[in-house]
């Protein structure tokens, strides 16, 4: 999940500041080739609901406005990678992708067991938490058809 994203941004960027005593450069290579295009995006979904008929996925995802002030700031880190995908509405963007995906179901609320982890600092889950309750942030699942 996106939780994953704080830490890796953290390592490149003291990096990128002091490479004498924090060198990373994996974690500067990753951080700048770690969003895909839509088409890719599409073709990965589009290739897992063939291959595992049935099953799913579950993924973030930000809407427009959150993708342009993301790409802001990381332009502002001093980083080329830009995030794409940007996504108002799930259900009118994914369906359109593949007639694989049964359903497809954006949730309001950050999970339980998330909202509930202790592993999470409590300001992250509240930022999380925050962003999803005004769109910005979302957490989508696409159930893939069962197999003919």
């Known amino acids: 999940m996106e939780t994953l994203m704080f830490p890796l941004y953290g ?14 450069k994996e974690a500067e290579a990753l951080i700048n080739r770690i969003y895909f295009e839509d088409d890719t ?3 990965l ?12 996925i579950c993924f973030d995802a930000r ?3 959150a993708v342009f002030n993301t790409n802001k700031f990381i ?7 830009r995030c794409h995908l940007a996504v108002n509405s799930a259900r009118q963007k994914f369906s359109e992708w593949s007639d694989k995906f049964a359903t497809v179901s954006t949730f309001r609320r950050l999970p339980e067991d998330v909202r509930n982890a202790e ?8 930022e999380m938490a925050f962003a999803m309750k005004m769109g910005y ?4 699942e696409i ?6």
């Open 63 to 65: 809407n427009e406005a």
């Open 41 to 43: 995006v599409k073709g």
């Open 11 to 24: 390592r490149a960027r003291c990096s990128k500041l002091y490479p004498d005593i924090f060198p990373d």
């Open 143 to 148: 159930g893939f058809a069962a197999s003919a």
């Open 75 to 81: 332009e502002k880190s001093g980083y080329s990678s």
């Open 119 to 126: 592993s999470i600092p409590f300001t992250i889950r509240q």
């Open 137 to 140: 942030f979302k957490i989508i």
């Open 45 to 56: 979904f589009t290739s897992l609901a063939e291959t595992y008929p049935g099953g799913g």
